[in-house]
């Protein structure tokens, strides 16, 4: 939540047709440099951008980092539909209209990935480069069959990857993780990344770990401190979140993405930053990225973990740095 996270660069917009956002905007402190827009993923909120936030503007970059539809001090509509990734691609452009930035730099993790992927086919004007950090570009149109997905990651990697996803599109699953925040943050940001192969991917694993209300080691790259701003800002919270799953599984987008004609492939510089590869993760995110668009650099941090952010803060910084430096020619200017 962007008053409890960056109280001093907090701001509010009601948008005109639909939703108030709260986010975080630091203009640039140099007139050459761009601004960066963030997108956070699941559970989360610009808060999870802290250790980029100070980074980027310390060098002279600007900052806009929103708490996404669902998230924080942001509009939390109940309904699904609210959710449609062309619908909120409009509402991040409306926020960039207000401050009156033509074109950034953007950087999305995890479900944030998801809007990135649109903006940059709805929107590519906007857009300097896209930054994907540990989910790759998803394709446009495509229908998502999270039976025939889960087949593929047991056949590929021995067993389900995305069993969680049928249990967060159900109707208890919000009040669950409000009523098992603690073992919620515990497994989901785990100390050792394994821990999502046994209880997060194999369908039901997730739900009997919050039922039982196991507890398990806290994470290194997180403190105390910052796990309560966390909690914080999500308890009560998880459920609207939830929505952005629901409209993945529901393949709501799809019809959208298709009456558009959105082409596959990106016209724009593309940086894809990957986990350091172990048992849990698919392999070929590379190559993958590879064929969606001409300009792709692909990266990888030294840590297995999801959230490359917070646990390879340095590297992925260092990386995200020299990144938009290439793609604003200025890799002597810093």
Not at 39 to 52: I, T, V
Not at 59 to 69: E, F, Q
Not at 256 to 274: H, I, Q, R, Y
Request: charged residues 20%; hydrophobic residues 40%; negative net charge.
């Amino acid at each position: 939540m962007a008053n409890i996270a960056f109280p001093q660069h907090a701001k509010h917009l009601t948008l005109p047709t639909s939703h108030t956002y709260s986010y975080i905007y630091i203009p640039a402190s140099k007139p050459s440099f761009t601004t960066i827009l963030f997108l956070h993923g699941f559970p989360s909120s610009c808060f999870d951008w802290r250790h980029q936030i100070p980074f980027f503007s310390d060098l002279g970059y600007g900052v806009l980092a929103p708490d996404l539809l669902g998230y924080g001090g942001t509009s939390k509509p109940i309904s699904a539909e609210a959710y449609r990734a062309k619908k909120m691609a409009t509402e991040i452009t409306e926020i960039l209209d207000h401050e009156g930035l033509q074109r950034v730099h953007a950087v999305a993790h995890d479900t944030g990935c998801i809007l990135l992927s649109r903006m940059a086919n709805y929107v590519p004007d906007r857009l300097l480069s896209s930054s994907f950090l540990a989910v790759p570009y998803s394709r446009p149109g495509e229908h998502f069959d999270l039976a025939a997905v889960n087949a593929m990651t047991k056949q590929v990697l021995g067993q389900e990857r995305f069993g969680y996803l049928s249990f967060f599109v159900g109707d208890e699953a919000g009040s669950l993780l409000d009523q098992h925040s603690e073992s919620f943050f515990i497994l989901f940001y785990p100390a050792d990344p394994a821990l999502w192969t046994d209880h997060v991917g194999p369908t039901g694993a997730m739900e009997a770990w919050l039922r039982a209300d196991r507890q398990g080691q806290k994470a290194p790259y997180i403190t105390d401190e910052e796990r309560v701003i966390h909690q914080k800002i999500m308890q009560g919270n998880h459920g609207p979140a939830l929505n952005w799953y629901r409209v993945l599984v529901g393949n709501l987008n799809q019809k959208d993405e298709l009456d558009a004609g959105l082409s596959l492939k990106l016209s724009l510089p593309v940086l894809m930053v990957t986990p350091a590869p172990s048992p849990g993760h698919l392999p070929g995110t590379g190559a993958h990225m590879n064929e969606m668009a001409d300009d792709v650099t692909v990266k990888e941090v030294s840590t297995p973990g999801h959230w490359l952010q917070l646990e390879a803060r340095d590297e992925a910084n260092a990386i995200l740095k020299e990144f938009f430096q290439r793609c604003d020619g200025t890799l002597s200017g810093l």
